[in-house]
């Protein structure tokens, strides 16, 4: 999947079961990968564990479910984003 390489995702629900499997799939083709969870404690244990491999990544806490925490969440983190 050399085609991926050096992209940005940003996956929401990442920190654990299967948003936690497809960021993991991002970061082994070696994408960029932003993490968006609720989960504050799981969202810091996954960005650690993914750091430890050599992957960029970065976390937002966030709930998706609400407009006013994904504008939130975009101001505060657009300048972090590894483009």
């Known amino acids: 999947m050399k085609e991926f390489k050096d992209k940005v995702a940003v ?3 990442g920190a654990s079961g299967i948003g936690r499997g497809i960021a993991e799939r991002c970061c082994q083709e070696g994408m960029k990968v932003v993490l968006a969870d609720i989960e504050a404690k799981m969202l810091s244990h996954t960005e650690k564990e993914l750091k430890s491999t050599g992957a960029t990544v970065i976390s937002v806490l966030t709930d998706v479910s609400k407009v006013s ?3 939130r969440s975009k101001k505060n ?3 972090e984003v590894p483009l």
């Open 11 to 13: 996956i929401t629900g």
């Open 69 to 71: 925490g994904l504008d």
């Open 77 to 79: 983190k657009t300048a």
